[in-house]
């Protein structure tokens, strides 16, 4: 009888130890947790005294400012080749080409005439590159007598589209730099004159938006 009187308190020992490691295993967790939560409001409170702004407002400048990040500019450009060339197509080149790259790409047809192209002229991604035929030397010559709208291609006050020079669109019409400018001088010396002053939305990068800007400030006449 005493023999198992002894192995039973033998028993209640050790599972009073177990139940003992247990409470200190759980005093042990509590107290990481605590220590944790102390030290994640250290750091808050480090990087609120370091940037002079509460935490919050710095996690939202930080989003922001993700969030505005760009994409990174394409190595390569493609710029469609049409007009006086044999065969039509789509150019890859390097971002920061020259017209003049982009034309050694085709093939161009006896009736073309690139003496009225800006060969220097640095290309946009996606903009059409129009090789003029024999017309645009007459367009040409027609625009430096100033027959149509008198000199400097402006008639009234008014930008004459179908008259003024890359200098002058690019000066007098707001919105329109160089190479828009010159895409404008481009496009009518492979097609012609413009009928209307809406035809000018037929140039790439000039949409509606645009427009509504030009249309008080340019002529066909």
Do not use: C, H
Request: glycine share 10%.
């Amino acid at each position: 009888m005493a023999g198992i009187l002894g192995q039973n308190e033998e028993v209640l020992r050790e599972v009073k130890l177990v139940f003992d490691w247990e409470q200190i295993d759980r005093r042990l967790v509590a107290a990481a947790a605590i220590l944790i939560i102390v030290f994640f409001f250290i750091g808050m409170k480090y990087g609120e005294i370091k940037s002079g702004k509460p935490a919050e407002d710095q996690a939202l400048e930080e989003l922001a400012a993700g969030n505005e990040k760009t994409e990174p500019v394409s190595e390569y450009i493609q710029v469609y080749v049409t007009g006086q060339v044999a065969a039509p197509r789509v150019v890859k080149l390097k971002n920061g080409a020259r017209v003049f790259e982009a034309v050694e790409q085709v093939e161009l047809l006896p009736e073309a005439n690139i003496k009225s192209i800006n060969m220097a002229r640095v290309l946009q991604d996606g903009e059409p590159i129009v090789i003029p035929g024999p017309e645009a030397e007459m367009q040409s010559i027609t625009d430096s007598a100033g027959t149509v709208s008198g000199s400097g291609g402006m008639s009234q006050g008014l930008v004459n589209i179908n008259t003024a020079d890359v200098t002058v669109l690019d000066e007098k019409l707001p919105g329109i730099g160089p190479a828009l400018a010159q895409r404008i001088v481009d496009y009518r010396t492979a097609n012609g004159p413009f009928a209307a002053i809406e035809d000018i939305k037929n140039v790439s990068g000039i949409g509606d938006k645009k427009f509504e800007d030009l249309k008080n400030l340019i002529t066909v006449r």
